[in-house]
């Protein structure tokens, strides 16, 4: 190591102007090194900082190299350099021994060296065999670096270039030291703040994954689920907890690839488990070390379970306890305050799903204890109601039956004035026996036939829609959906009827249409004509109806609604357009909507065409001659009777209980006439006329129901009945039908 103050003679001139050359130099020195320390005070991160220190004493100062050197443990390390060489930074790293940025930082001291014996060996860079000087950086009496300078030109290591070395290495080490910290805290605090909106983000996540579902099973499944994301755990249980009982009952687990002695749906008593604590708090409670619990639910948890730590959270809702989230490790002290705080955090949002569903699940059982005992009213009230109706019709019916056993015991005299007599009353009491049931009929099927008016179809489809919308917009509205009404509403002539019962039957359509669309949708009213009907369309975007259902969505008492429907509705309309002489169809698409169009007779047509309504419907055809027929009955008493009725008039009857047993028994030109019941076991009456007419398109058919004055004709024929009898059986009426039957060669 050299002295680079070594006294040389000199002369006094000399010395002067020496003296005022360094003091000059001192001064330009000084004033650079508060420019360099004034600049880099003002740069907040270190980096930035270390490599503009480097270059400002590079190019203010005239250094060949400098490097700004941070003690890393043992370990100096360069952070920011300048070369004039090569013209770039060079990183290097120097362990701690004998180089001069070494001996500086170890002795706190100016070190100058031109001895490169020892930094040689390990430096590689271009500038290293140049002389130097260094400079320990100490900050706040702690040595946390050194800066060092090389030069070409060795008359640079004078005084006042090393006072001013000192004097920045002092004040820099102050500045980059502050900076260093204030870099760390601000990465710390950028880590944290990081790693708390990662934090929130993932209790957000969470919180609206198991809030998603209002199911108590589900929701309480995804709680169980989604927690072991937010805090690692071996095992999770959600238990419910019932102040009452002090007990703890498990409600959903979650294991991680192991097995539990634990079942959903076991229960925990409260004062063996350290839950207890969190339960009486309110707030969470942690057990590091289950290995020193005295609780006895815990002591099995370390036996069964091989648990070292739990942590248990209250699901509050004010100051009630709802249940406890429990979560489980296999080793002592494996939470941190990390997963506490953010157990904390989700514990708001499992007490507010855990809540929503426990009402929703009580407000399903209130609902379908309300519904259940909605039904049981409802059905108390049908039996009330028919209890009653079948009260009025017993008394009448036992007053017609003692008549009729009455004059039958008459009817044994020998007398035939009076046996005459009796005979007449018993077939008027029958005959009011009837009567009465075609007016329960009557009641139950329709309203009665009234007086006819002209209809315009515009006006009735403007009514229907503005009496029917106050019941089903606000209800669409409160649920968030929409039903639009699109009209298309063309010139048509106006119609006769019962503008009462056709305002029935564009309501019922209108009000199936909307519950139809459950999602919401497109209501379509138009109108139309051809050259004998005008109608009016109905039309929804709704669900469909399938083709199955088509077929018989208008038969009595047939309902898709279950409870909330009767079956009648669509009945009824399509009885009330027959009887206007019209028709009701359906056109359906599942999935894409539905048409139904009620077609009319315009008003001219329609006079014309009134007198078509029979119920017996004509067969061209008159003779005397006896018939043979096949007769279908499954109520054996009155087949027993019709087979005798039948066999007076000297007819050929073979019967049978059955459709199947008709279709055995049934044969091509066998039989003149088949006569069906229309309510028969396994098939019906119209399935027996159906297949007997394909085995023999000429057969003459028959058939005989008790709803026969309800049935229209024109439906009869197309399903092949030529005759239609309603039951019970006018002697009469049942002798012209069969009058008109043809008879067939034998």
């Known amino acids: 190591m050299t002295n680079p103050f070594e006294p040389r003679p000199v002369h006094t001139q000399q010395r002067l102007d020496t003296g005022l050359g360094v003091r000059r130099d001192r001064a330009d020195q000084l004033a650079t090194v508060l420019r360099i320390t004034h600049q880099i005070s003002r740069i907040r991160t270190l980096e930035l900082l270390l490599e503009t220190f480097a270059h400002e004493l590079h190019t203010a100062l005239g250094y060949s190299s400098v490097d700004v050197l941070l003690l890393e443990g043992d370990t100096l390390v360069s952070q920011g350099s300048t070369l004039a060489t090569s013209g770039r930074a060079v990183a290097r790293r120097a362990v701690i021994g004998t180089s001069p940025a070494a001996l500086a930082c170890k002795h706190g001291c100016l070190i100058f060296s031109t001895d490169f014996s020892g930094e040689a060996k390990t ?178 948890l370390v036996r069964d379970e091989h648990l070292g730590s739990v942590v248990h959270v209250p699901i509050t809702s004010g100051d009630v306890c709802l249940g406890v989230l429990s979560l489980a490790r296999t080793y002592a002290n494996a939470f941190d305050a990390n997963d506490l705080a953010l157990l904390n955090s989700l514990a708001p949002h499992l007490a507010t799903a855990f809540k929503n569903a426990s009402l929703y699940a009580q407000a399903q059982q209130a609902y379908a204890e309300l519904a259940m005992a909605q039904e049981h009213t409802l059905q108390a009230e049908r039996l009330r109601a028919i209890g009653e109706l079948a009260s009025g019709v017993a008394h009448d019916f036992n007053n017609l039956l003692s008549i009729i056993l009455g004059h039958m015991e008459v009817m044994k005299t020998a007398d035939p004035v009076v046996a005459e007599r009796s005979r007449r009353a018993v077939i008027q009491a029958a005959n009011d026996g009837a009567q009465t049931v075609r007016r329960i009929q009557n009641f139950v099927r329709a309203q009665p036939e009234q007086h006819s008016t002209p209809v315009s179809l515009h006006e009735l489809a403007d009514d229907v829609i503005h009496l029917t919308m106050p019941r089903w917009h606000s209800d669409m509205m409160n649920k968030g959906i929409t039903i639009e009404v699109q009209r298309d509403l063309r010139p048509v002539p106006t119609v006769l009827g019962n503008s009462a019962e056709l305002r029935e039957v564009v309501t019922n359509l209108v009000l199936n249409a909307v519950d139809a669309m459950p999602q919401g949708g497109k209501l379509f009213v138009a109108t139309g004509m051809d050259t004998t009907h005008a109608w009016i369309d109905i039309g929804d975007t709704g669900h469909g109806i399938p083709a199955e259902v088509q077929a018989r969505i208008f038969e009595p008492f047939y309902t898709t609604k279950a409870n909330r429907g009767t079956g009648l509705g669509l009945a009824v309309s399509r009885s009330i357009a027959k009887r206007h002489q019209g028709d009701l169809v359906v056109e359906s698409t599942p999935w894409v909507g539905s048409r139904f169009r009620l077609l009319l007779p315009i008003a001219s047509a329609h006079a014309a065409s009134a007198a078509d309504t029979v119920v017996v419907a004509p067969i061209a055809a008159s003779a005397t001659a006896p018939l043979r027929i096949l007769l279908v009955e499954d109520d054996q008493a009155v087949r027993e009777t019709l087979v005798q009725l039948l066999r007076l008039d000297a007819h050929q009857v073979d019967s049978v209980a059955d459709g199947q047993a008709a279709l055995a028994q049934f044969h091509p030109n066998t039989y003149d006439l088949v006569c069906s019941d229309l309510g028969l076991p396994n098939m019906t009456g119209w399935d027996v006329l159906r297949e007997v007419r394909a085995i023999d398109p000429a057969i003459a058919t028959m058939l005989m129901s008790g709803w026969g004055a309800q049935l229209d004709p024109q439906e009869a024929r197309e399903r092949h009945a030529d005759v239609v009898v309603p039951k019970p059986i006018d002697i009469d009426l049942l002798n012209a039908a069969l009058a008109r039957v043809p008879r067939r060669s034998r």
């Open 123 to 300: 430096t590689t860079y271009p500038d290293a065999q140049l002389p130097c000087v260094v400079a320990p950086l100490v900050a706040n009496g702690r040595t946390i670096g050194a800066l060092e300078l090389r030069s070409t030109s060795a008359h640079r290591w004078g005084s006042a270039d090393l006072e001013a070395l000192m004097a920045l290495a002092k004040q820099s080490a102050i500045i980059i030291e502050n900076t260093r910290r204030h870099t760390i805290e601000s990465e710390q605090l950028y880590a944290a703040l990081q790693a708390r909106a990662d934090q929130l983000a993932l209790v957000d996540e969470i919180s609206r994954t198991i809030s998603a579902s209002l199911d108590q099973h589900d929701a309480l499944q995804a709680i169980v689920t989604q927690v072991p994301r937010a805090v690692p755990c071996e095992r999770l249980s959600l238990a419910a907890y019932d102040a009452e009982r002090r007990v703890l009952t498990i409600r959903a687990l979650w294991v991680a690839g192991q097995s539990t002695s634990i079942d959903v749906g076991s229960d925990v008593q409260l004062d063996e488990t350290e839950a207890q604590h969190a339960v009486a708090s309110g707030h969470l409670y942690y057990v590091s070390d289950l290995n020193s619990s005295e609780a006895a639910y815990s002591r099995r």
